[in-house]
């Protein structure tokens, strides 16, 4: 084989691959910004995180609860949690969270979506076209 010829099969196959995945962005979680009254906490950018994971607020929350091991409820644009909570505790259920439902295991990229087949979920990243069986907890 040439060697041009493989520069361009080269060239021919990086045009073919999704913008999105060509760009090296850094995902980044916004960290908690919490508001606390009396023996409640209320987490007031809770939107602002649920739009960057990009997942449907009932997965999360029935998740991010179970792991506080809390009651809570959205109230408007905020998360209220039944009891007293420090940020690092909640960045860190988050950050968890994200990495078991949001990135993908493969290319580590947040351009993923959760895809329920029967009782099993499984995350498809359409970056790297990875499908992995996600263990609900």
Known sequence: M????????????YEKI?????????FEIP???LRIESRNTFITNFNKIIST?????????GIFLKSAGTMGEIRGQQLFLKGQYKEQVLNKLIENYTKTYVLCSICKKPDTQIQREGKKLYLKCTACGARVEVKEK
């Open 2 to 13: 040439d060697l041009n010829d493989y520069e361009d099969l080269l060239e021919e196959a």
């Open 18 to 26: 999704p913008e999105n995945v060509k760009k090296s962005s850094r």
């Open 53 to 61: 994971l990009n997942r449907d607020r009932r997965h999360f929350l």
């Open 31 to 33: 960290k908690v910004e």
